[in-house]
């Protein structure tokens, strides 16, 4: 399970990102995973509970945004969206697609209490 490896990845981070800065605790950890990342976010939310234990992020809700996946045909070079079912492009029919966007994996922001 690959997502655990990740989730410590996120805690590191995030604590990187943290460094400096007075806060009580993270309330949400918002984060970017295409639908072609290879990572399950159901795994993900599971490993981030267990790796985020006894640290600022502990209890923090994960939000998950999905973007979209985005292809390009290398022949015609028009873009559209893609699903992992079709790898052709609808224009000409060439199978020579380039991904453009849909791996993305992404700690986007933090949410944070500040201290007072």
Avoid: W, Y
């Amino acid at each position: 399970m690959h997502e655990v490896s990740l989730a410590q990845d996120i805690l590191a981070i995030s604590m990187e990102s943290l460094k400096n800065r007075p806060f009580e605790k993270v309330v949400v950890v918002n984060l970017k995973i295409g639908p072609v990342s290879g990572v399950d976010p159901e795994a993900l939310r599971f490993a981030l509970t267990v790796v985020t234990e006894n640290t600022p992020l502990a209890g923090a809700e994960v939000r998950i945004e999905t973007p979209p996946m985005r292809l390009e045909c290398r022949d015609c070079r028009q873009e559209f969206a893609g699903d992992d079912s079709e790898f052709s492009c609808p224009a000409c029919g060439s199978s020579r697609i380039q991904l453009l966007s849909g791996d993305e994996m992404e700690v986007v922001n933090l949410e944070v209490l500040e201290r007072s």
